[in-house]
């Protein structure tokens, strides 16, 4: 899990790590994907869902 604050903000697998205390990505990236997200250069993320603050919401309860 890392931080990203790119279009991740209203991805639905988006969401606040109370350990780390900021929002991380929970999806499980490869390598490879995993440097890419670091690095700044993930913007076409093969898993970005669309998820607005009701949808986010439902997921968590």
Known sequence: MFENTSKCEDCLYYEYDDEYGFYVCDMDLDEDETA???GGRFQNCPYYRPGDEYT??????
Not at 56 to 61: L, M
């Open 56 to 61: 986010i919401v439902r997921k968590q309860i």
């Open 36 to 38: 890419q997200f670091i």
